[in-house]
């Protein structure tokens, strides 16, 4: 019996040595399990970190070749578009600036051109008047050379187309010279015939009038104030002649 008390403690204790083997190895096989698996977290970390670092490597390393690259690029589209604006603007400007000066000089143009046919016109009128002028004074010299000359029937005509021509020019007052003169040339005629005879070189010359159409032609011009007594002198000589003498 204590032989066999002795087996079983023996068998005891070497059941517990077992036990506390399986144990140990256990908690050896845990424990290397727990380093094995924080070395595994630790490398882990590490490759993470060393590729982080790679990777953050090649990422500056391409930034810093494409950033350049990049920034060129931008500033020479910048630089080419604000040359291409400040261009736009420069011809925008260049081609108003023309414009304006075109609508200048052509406003300046007519406007000179049209003072330019003003002072032609003007010296066109001028020169008419002068001519109409010269005219009339041919006229009186005429009238004057044929009472000379006592060929009365061509002064009467003469000083009458004078007078009607000063009329039109910038001495008007002169015509009134031309019913004196036609006043003293009517007092030397006593007969109805270089009437006649004037009448006729009237109505077959350009005013196609006779002298008593000329006379109504006076007296209703708004002139007239300035020969009104000389020409109702004239009617009254004529009178005078149509009756007789």
Same mark, same amino acid.
């Given at each position: 019996?204590?032989?066999?008390?002795?087996?079983?403690?023996?068998?005891?204790?070497?059941?517990?040595?077992? %036990?506390?083997?399986?144990? @140990?190895?256990?908690?050896?096989?845990?424990?290397?399990?727990?380093?094995?698996?924080?070395?595994? %977290?630790?490398?882990?970390?590490?490759?993470?970190?060393?590729?982080?670092?790679?990777?953050?490597? &090649?990422?500056? @390393?391409?930034?810093? &070749?494409?950033?350049?690259?990049?920034?060129?690029?931008?500033?020479?589209?910048?630089?080419?578009?604000?040359?291409?604006? %400040?261009?736009?603007?420069?011809?925008?400007?260049?081609?108003?600036?023309?414009?304006?000066?075109?609508?200048?000089?052509?406003?300046?143009?007519?406007?000179?051109?049209?003072?330019?046919?003003?002072?032609?016109?003007?010296?066109?009128?001028?020169?008419?008047?002068?001519?109409?002028?010269?005219?009339? =004074?041919?006229?009186?010299?005429?009238?004057?050379?044929?009472?000379?000359?006592?060929?009365?029937?061509?002064?009467?005509? =003469?000083?009458?187309? @004078?007078?009607?021509?000063?009329?039109?020019?910038?001495?008007?007052?002169?015509?009134?010279?031309?019913?004196?003169?036609?006043?003293?040339?009517?007092?030397?005629?006593?007969?109805?015939?270089?009437?006649?005879?004037?009448?006729?070189?009237?109505?077959?010359?350009?005013?196609?009038?006779? %002298?008593?159409?000329?006379?109504?032609?006076?007296?209703?011009?708004?002139?007239?104030?300035?020969?009104?007594?000389?020409?109702?002198?004239?009617?009254?000589?004529?009178?005078?002649?149509?009756?007789?003498?």
């Amino acid at each position: 019996m204590k032989d066999t008390l002795q087996h079983l403690n023996s068998r005891i204790g070497q059941l517990e040595l077992k %036990i506390d083997s399986l144990t @140990s190895n256990a908690e050896l096989q845990r424990l290397s399990y727990e380093v094995n698996a924080k070395q595994d %977290i630790i490398t882990q970390v590490n490759d993470f970190y060393d590729s982080a670092w790679l990777k953050l490597i &090649i990422v500056i @390393s391409i930034l810093g &070749i494409l950033v350049p690259i990049v920034a060129q690029y931008f500033q020479r589209k910048n630089l080419n578009d604000l040359t291409e604006f %400040i261009r736009n603007q420069m011809n925008d400007s260049f081609d108003r600036r023309i414009e304006e000066l075109e609508e200048f000089n052509r406003n300046k143009i007519e406007g000179e051109l049209l003072e330019f046919k003003d002072k032609i016109t003007e010296i066109e009128e001028q020169n008419s008047k002068t001519l109409v002028e010269l005219d009339a =004074s041919t006229y009186y010299l005429q009238g004057r050379a044929s009472v000379l000359s006592k060929q009365y029937f061509l002064s009467i005509p =003469s000083f009458l187309k @004078s007078a009607y021509l000063f009329l039109d020019t910038d001495r008007p007052e002169r015509a009134n010279v031309q019913f004196v003169n036609l006043k003293l040339c009517l007092k030397n005629i006593n007969s109805t015939k270089p009437i006649e005879q004037s009448n006729k070189l009237l109505k077959e010359g350009s005013y196609k009038m006779t %002298i008593d159409e000329m006379i109504e032609y006076f007296e209703s011009h708004d002139k007239n104030e300035l020969y009104k007594v000389n020409l109702e002198a004239v009617i009254k000589e004529i009178k005078r002649i149509k009756n007789g003498g």
